[in-house]
């Protein structure tokens, strides 16, 4: 096969450029772009007809969402994951493992929101799966994710956590990087999940954050390049960033109907998904770290939540108005565009400050 692959592009050399990453990076965010635009009316008329009354509202959130979101259908993940998984098999080498781990995060957190998100629209109620139920399926299908992307790597690096700033300083955890790996991709889709509040509000960043990440990838994968920056080459993860493409071009098609006012919601389906391909990735390019900083704001996100009910707990009073933190400035007076731009804007200069790590070693 591989030898017909060779006598193929010396016959042909225009074909070449498909053993680039880049150009088929470029071709993965155009196809799933292209996917969802095509596709996603269809989607959307779908949902808005099966589900009737749309995504519940809650009613200790802000008030005017009871008025300008009541209505609106959820799920419109599927849009999103549907355009990752055509534009990936088509694009990306099919024989590296850390496409097919990414993807099988991917789908299983999808399948875990898609399932939360049928209870509530269901039952028309916030009480979809339980909690525990939930970071139990998650924690298993990240164990799985762990145990390939330990065996795929090299020893003593794919068990090993890196730190930014430090060209050579690595903490080998042995089997309990598994342990570390699973927190990693578990709290990175439950922290995009409490970040899709608003319309438009979890879709840039986390497009912001897969732009950088697929740029790491690539780095990462190039040993020249590697070398350059002094970051550890970790052979074969310069294909994620087809995925991380594929994701970017999906999330920019899916902004045009999630937009303010929202024609859909991305719901759990998408957003406990996106978090774990992002966590997924940052494992795998022994990035872990500087996804905290990258998504720096989904971590704010999660620390508002956990502050606000360990406060109440233990005093009866809220540090926030309201959490997650987007609401808190709801109350505050901020109009929701105003929020959601503000915190693009956030997400954009978190980015920044992350790529820098590349080059301050």
Known sequence: MLQWLAEFHASFPAFNVFRY????????????????????PGMISTLR????????????GPQSHLLTKKGTPTMGGLMILSGIVVATLLWANLSNPYVWVVLLVTLGFGLIGFYDDYLKVTKQTHNGLSGKARLG????????????????????????????????????????????????????GNAVNLTDGL?????????????????????????????????????????LAVVCGALMGAGLGFLWFNAPPAQVFMGDTGSLALGGLLGTVAVATKHEIVLAVIGGLFVLEAVSVIVQVVSFKLTGKRVFKMAPIHHHFEQLGWTEPQVVIRFWIVAVVLALAGLATLKLR
């Not at 960043?205 to 970051?231: C, E, H, K």
């Open 21 to 40: 990453i880049t150009f088929r990076t470029g071709g993965a965010v155009v196809t799933a772009l292209l996917f969802v635009f095509l596709f996603g």
């Open 49 to 60: 007809l099966k589900q009737g009354k749309g995504q519940p509202i809650r009613t200790d």
């Open 137 to 188: 399926i998650e924690a298993v299908i990240a164990g799985v994710a762990m145990v390939v992307i330990m065996t795929a790597g090299k020893p003593g690096l794919s068990t090993s956590v890196a730190f930014p700033f430090f060209k050579d300083l690595l903490l080998n955890l042995g089997m309990f990087f598994a342990i570390f790996g699973m927190f990693v991709i578990v709290a990175a």
């Open 199 to 239: 319309d438009g509000l979890a879709i840039v960043p986390v497009m912001i954050a897969a732009g950088s990440f697929g740029f790491i990838a690539y780095l990462a994968g190039n040993v020249v390049f590697a070398d350059y920056l002094q970051i550890h080459y970790v052979a074969g993860v310069g294909e």
